[in-house]
């Protein structure tokens, strides 16, 4: 029997209504999902706090800068290697070099670490292998040595460890570095 809110019958069965807000529903992107909590409904968890960092969006200025470098850096190299495509390849390269900088980064702390969802990989760390914290600004940098699945993180003439960007709008960084200083006292080693 069907009701209002079914929909009729098609060529291959029913197609399922998804619940919005659920996992399966696609007007969700995963780290949305997971900022509205669905993953830590249950008591026995904590809660799962994200949030989203787009610097070139919060720094319009400074993006018109960098996109009219690489521009010139592509008709640069076009020129110097007599190729088009070796220039647009050059340019790609640093564009991919920047990518936390052009394209917004999902950041998730979770009960047992930090994920952090950049454009082209994932990075986490676990609480147990953060040995501090440093604030400058928007900005954090976790000190670990180790991610989730144990490798050595890189290390560059300093610490190792994972940046972690709050966002221009000083409130909200507020709250975030907070969430990340809580979530170190409660997990943390």
């Known amino acids: 029997m069907l009701d209002a809110a079914t929909p009729p019958p098609r060529a291959g069965g029913f197609i399922p209504r ?9 007007t969700l992107a995963p780290v949305e999902f997971m900022r509205q909590g669905r993953a830590a409904e249950a008591p026995h968890q ?3 706090t994200g949030w989203t960092v787009w ?4 720094r319009p ?45 999902d950041y998730v ?11 082209l990989r994932v990075r986490r760390v676990l609480w147990s292998d953060v040995h501090g914290v ?3 600004g928007d900005r954090g940098f976790l000190r670990a ?13 300093g610490p190792r460890g994972l940046t972690i960007l709050l966002g ?6 507020a709250a975030r570095r907070e969430a990340v200083e809580a979530s170190l006292r409660r997990h943390g080693p």
């Not at 610097?55 to 919060?58: G, K, M, N, Q, V």
């Not at 200025?61 to 020129?79: D, E, K, R």
């Not at 040595?145 to 003439?157: Q, Y």
């Open 18 to 26: 998804v619940p919005a807000g659920s996992l399966f529903d696609m």
């Open 134 to 136: 440093m604030w400058r």
């Open 46 to 48: 904590d809660r799962v």
């Open 109 to 119: 702390l979770g009960p047992e670490g930090i994920t952090v969802h950049e454009p």
């Open 61 to 105: 200025a400074l993006a018109v800068v960098v996109a009219a470098v690489l521009v010139m850096l592509a008709l640069a190299a076009a020129m110097a290697w007599g190729d088009p495509l070796l220039g647009v390849l050059s340019s790609l390269a640093v564009a991919v070099s920047l990518q936390g900088f052009l394209l917004p980064t």
């Open 145 to 157: 040595s180790r991610d989730s699945a144990g490798r050595l993180l890189p290390r560059w003439g």
């Open 168 to 173: 221009a709008d000083a409130v909200a960084a």
């Open 55 to 58: 610097p070139a969006r919060e």
